[in-house]
């Protein structure tokens, strides 16, 4: 019996055309709901840029920063993992002499380790405004949970200098770095634990190669037909794209709903 459902944001939840949840999988959401499913977001987006879901669906908990951060509704933290802080330190030190976009983030703010054009465009995307310059002495009381590196994946080499580090995804010319022991499954285990749920009890959905961990590890890994082929390598189950009903598809397939699930009000 399924217990919990995790699903990541863009290209999962968000159709990469329309950049809205389709009504299917927002329909099955709310039947999942009275199911008693409890339904949780699994995202490599900081917190900051979640918050416009709380307008779509109340979630029950939302594990971000690609499994460093997570917290259920109320903003309980359940799990938490930082970088060390002689990483952040050799970071600041690296990115003025490679020159390359950083961003820095924390538990619930985020800078620049210097003013960019490309950072503040990523900002003015998410409808944020542009984070200040890192001032390192923050590092003593607030610790770091991901740094993003504007860069390609042929240009991780320039990340070499930093150890015990894991990219964990690409897209746009960004990289998410995580410490090493981290991972969207690493927060998914910590909140399932949190709730006594079991392994073969967790189902997820992830279209990217930042969602390939979690998809093996769960009991039931979904990837959407849209997403990379890492995801689908590791998942237990491709469904068709999330604009072609992919959420919903999956649901019904595996027998968590039923289309008269779908059918009450």
Known sequence: ?????????DGTLLDPVTKKVPLSALASLKAL?????????????????????????PFDGFITLNGQLAADRQGQVLHRMAHRPEV????????????????????D?????????????HFA?????????????RLKEHPVLQFLAYIYPDQIPVLAPLEHIAVTGSAHGILDV???????????????KHYGWQREEILVFGDGPNDA??????GIGVALGNGVEEAKAAADYVTTPVGEDGVKNALVHLGVLTEQDLMEP
């Open 88 to 107: 952040i330190r050799k970071l600041v030190e690296l990115v003025p002499q490679a020159g390359f976009p950083c961003l820095i983030i924390e538990e």
């Open 178 to 192: 995580i410490p090493e022991e981290g991972g969207k499954e690493v927060g998914i285990a910590a909140v399932a």
């Open 213 to 218: 961990e979690m998809l093996r590890w769960a």
């Open 33 to 57: 709901r009275r199911k008693g499913v409890r339904l949780f977001v699994a995202t490599g987006r900081f917190p900051g840029m979640t918050t416009f879901l709380e307008k779509i669906f």
């Open 125 to 137: 995307w998410a409808g944020l405004p542009a984070p200040e310059v890192y001032p390192i002495d």
């Open 1 to 9: 019996m399924v217990k919990a459902i995790f699903f990541d944001i």
């Open 109 to 121: 703010r985020c800078f620049a380790v210097e003013d960019c054009q490309v950072i503040r465009d």
